[in-house]
């Protein structure tokens, strides 16, 4: 078995050196840069912005919109937001080569993740996302366009199968294993099935599975909501390192504390004052970007989770999601976050 301390280490992905192995994973509305700078300040090695169809980021907006391109907030980063991956969430390979060309001359990006994990209605009926993963020929000719499109490594975001029937399972294994052949440098597997969306537990044992077998680097994703599980994961799967989701909301520690523990250190409890100031600068960094108003708004969303194990949460949670101004929102933040 692995020394605990050994888990956490630097890792190569193709031609881009990580200085470790935890990464924070693509959140849809969710990894903005404000929260990637939170993460990155933590020890995240890598994060990804959320996923962007290759249309999307190629289209030019019409001269009255204003500069810019339809997605291009995605793309909104800064020179401390690096080694950063955009997710993709391709169709065709004509688009997914032309946005994947754009991002390497614009240097936008420092890797180019593909999704084929997505499980949302409307993404699926679009033959995007998870739907790739019931069309072997078509996920392997996206891959290698991308491949081709550029010196920028190219990985995969995948899930068990479509379902959890034995050839669907079968199936994403081949689509990774033809991946690894065309050139991708590493995969991410979301221990669920497309099925499953985001409830029932997380197949570990499978990343195990794809880990042994796949030549190229497996990190795994599901169910790592505390640095305990992190760990877990990464000693009972002897996967290349961890693609942390859900445990990074309202909790941009979880990346310090997966080093300390890893390091042999128990971490300290989170004060009131450090969730406070994180939400604060969560705030102040959504704000930079978006606007004070439109920050507020999506504070409604992303504010809950730092409520999370506070005295009172539910009401703070409303507190969070009732406050109308800028002013407002730090009021409430003050009021709830106080020094125990
Ligand atoms: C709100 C939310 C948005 C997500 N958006 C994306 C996305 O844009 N691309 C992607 O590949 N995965 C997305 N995921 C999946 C996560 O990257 C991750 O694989 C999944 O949540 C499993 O990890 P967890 O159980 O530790 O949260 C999203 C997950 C959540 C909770």
Redo the contacts with the bound molecule.
């Keep these: 078995m692995l020394e605990t301390a050994a888990l956490i280490h630097p890792l190569r992905l193709g031609r881009l050196l990580l200085a470790g192995n935890l990464v924070l994973?693509?959140?849809?509305?969710?990894?903005h840069l404000a929260l990637r700078l939170l993460c990155r300040r933590e020890g995240a090695a890598l994060a990804?912005t959320?996923?962007v169809t290759p249309e999307d980021l190629l289209a030019v907006r019409p001269v009255w919109a204003g500069p810019g391109r339809k997605a291009d907030h995605v793309l909104a980063s800064t020179p401390q937001d690096r080694p950063l991956g955009v997710?993709l969430?391709p169709r065709d390979a004509g688009p997914l080569a032309e946005s994947v060309a754009m991002l390497a001359e614009r240097g936008a990006a420092d890797l180019v993740?593909l999704?084929f994990?997505?499980p949302s209605r409307r993404v699926v009926a679009d033959g995007r996302g998870g739907a790739l993963l019931r069309s072997a020929d078509l996920a392997l000719e996206l891959v290698e366009a991308a491949v081709r499109a550029s010196h920028l490594p190219v990985t995969l975001?995948m899930r068990l199968g479509f379902t959890d029937a034995a050839a669907d399972r079968d199936r994403a294994l081949a689509i990774a294993r033809d991946a690894a052949s065309a050139g991708a440098a590493a995969v991410?597997l979301?221990a669920?099935t497309v099925g499953q969306g985001?409830g029932g537990r997380?197949d570990w044992t499978t990343i195990a599975r794809w880990a042994e077998t796949l030549p190229i680097p497996v990190f795994g994703?599901?169910?790592?909501?505390s640095a305990e599980a992190v760990l877990a994961m990464l000693r009972q799967t002897c996967c290349a390192g961890a693609?942390?989701?859900?445990?990074a909301?309202g909790a941009p520690w979880i990346f310090r504390q997966v080093r300390q523990r890893a390091a042999g250190e128990i971490p300290a409890p989170v004060e009131r004052r450090e969730r406070r100031e994180t939400l604060l600068e969560h705030f102040d960094g959504l704000a930079a970007q978006f606007g004070e108003d439109r920050a507020v708004r999506l504070m409604r969303v992303l504010g809950k989770y730092y409520a999370r194990g506070i005295p009172g949460a539910p009401k703070a949670r409303a507190a969070l999601q009732a406050a109308s101004s800028a002013a407002a929102f730090r009021r409430t933040v003050h009021e709830w976050f106080q020094d125990a």
């Design positions: 994973a693509p959140m849809h509305h969710h990894s990804h959320e996923m997710q969430l993740d999704n994990a997505c975001k991410t979301h669920r985001y997380a994703s599901g169910d790592l909501r693609g942390i989701a859900r445990g909301l």
